[in-house]
């Protein structure tokens, strides 16, 4: 019986295999930003069709007009002894985050922050509009689509179910962004707060930005983006200090599911 090294080298991945490339990733993450500029922004479509372009360039390169191949090892290539690793006992293993904060952190820093946050856009509208209730009454605009067609002698008086929405709004999203505080801030243990006071709040004013025209068109006619970003920073420095200063629990990662559900064996807890 013939060997099967010895046949020629046109059946194909008898001497390689496919080269690897990213092209297919990119065109992917590509054509995704693309359908997501529907609901956000022209210029997320123009970032999308560049990578998605660049992808399939590269995708068809590694393709056409040959199939670019990766050659196999022979019998006489030698491959190294693989390392010799040491075993490592259950407490030498660390998953992140190890420790976290207590989530009653996270909601009385989204409190903290709310009230922050609050300050400010209370302060432009005062300062810009000679009135605290615009701001709120803008911000319940996102559940009431009448409130774009207002005029804006009616959105700086006093509205008492605008004020009920957009108190409930408030309350609901400060609350979760500071139990989403709570899980992340752990995971940047050098700057907690640059990551949380600055680096967050430029990430969704820029969504937000992308996006506002759908979310409350009658915001965009008034928003000052200066402002409205100082508030989110306003919100990012006091939530993550506040988080960030709770004593931080045991997450229990690594440890076996019935040492974290406190399962009795023989009667030892």
């Not at 002698?153 to 006093?158: I, Q």
Request: one cysteine or more; aromatic letters at 8%.
């Amino acid at each position: 019986m013939s060997d099967p090294r010895d046949e020629p080298a046109s059946v194909p991945y008898l001497r390689g295999v496919p080269e690897p490339t990213s092209g297919p990733l990119w065109a992917g993450f590509g054509v995704t930003l693309m359908f997501a500029a529907l609901v956000t922004h022209a210029l997320v479509a123009m970032v999308g069709f560049v990578c998605a372009v660049a992808g399939f360039v590269a995708w068809a390169r590694a393709c056409f007009p040959e199939e670019r191949l990766e050659s196999l090892p022979t019998g006489a290539d030698q491959p190294l002894p693989p390392p010799a690793l040491q075993p490592k006992g259950r407490e030498s293993r660390v998953m992140l985050p190890a420790a976290m904060h207590p989530y009653r952190a996270g909601l009385r820093g989204g409190l903290a922050g709310g009230v922050s946050m609050a300050v400010v856009a209370v302060g432009w509208g005062l300062l810009k509009h000679g009135s605290v209730w615009l701001p709120i009454n803008l911000l319940s605009g996102v559940f009431v689509p009448s409130v774009g067609q207002a005029s804006l002698e009616t959105l700086s008086t006093f509205q008492p179910g605008l004020f009920a929405l957009a108190c409930g709004i408030h309350l609901v999203a400060c609350l979760f962004v500071g139990l989403l505080y709570t899980v992340t801030l752990p995971m940047m243990p050098r700057r907690p707060l640059i990551m949380g006071g600055v680096l967050g709040p430029v990430l969704w004013t820029g969504l937000l930005y992308a996006s506002i025209g759908i979310v409350n068109p009658a915001l965009e006619r008034f928003i000052s983006w200066p402002w409205f970003f100082g508030s989110q920073v306003a919100f990012g420095l006091t939530c993550g200090r506040t988080v960030s200063r709770a004593r931080r629990i045991d997450t229990m990662t690594g440890l076996p599911l019935d040492e974290r559900m406190g399962v009795e064996r023989g009667g030892v807890r």
